[in-house]
């Protein structure tokens, strides 16, 4: 099953790991879901969303993990963006990585990703 993609900041992520739950980023809260991008959209989100921003992380789940409460939904341009509609354990990320950022301030995702 393909992976899908969270970019967090890590000071975030960090205190929901010591929670033992993540219930979202402020944009997340406000819009009632956890985003997530999909390995084709994760450059044009780390572009648009969280250039100029340091301190990030980039985190791997199982998409099958979520079940029922893992939506595909539409966003920009109508295409579908997996949407979780529940709070996240922290331990299911299958991996974390720095998101450092690129000389044009855009976060550096993987080539190996997207």
């Known amino acids: 099953m393909p992976l899908i993609y969270k970019i967090c900041s890590e000071a975030l992520w960090r205190d929901a790991e010591a929670a033992g739950a993540f219930a979202g980023a402020p944009v997340d809260l406000a819009d009632g879901y956890i985003h997530f991008s999909t390995a084709a959209q994760l450059r044009e989100t780390a ?3 969280f250039s100029g921003q340091r301190g990030l992380l980039l985190i791997a789940f199982d998409q099958a993990g979520f079940g ?7 966003s920009r341009g109508g295409a579908l963006f997996p949407h979780l509609h529940a709070p996240l354990d922290p331990r299911a990320a299958r991996w974390i990585a720095p998101l450092p950022l690129g000389r044009d301030g855009v976060p550096l ?5 997207a």
Request: glycine fraction near 0%; charged fraction near 45%.
């Open 109 to 113: 995702i993987p080539d190996e990703i």
């Open 68 to 74: 029922r409460s893992l939506r595909w939904e539409p």
């Open 47 to 49: 572009r648009r969303h």
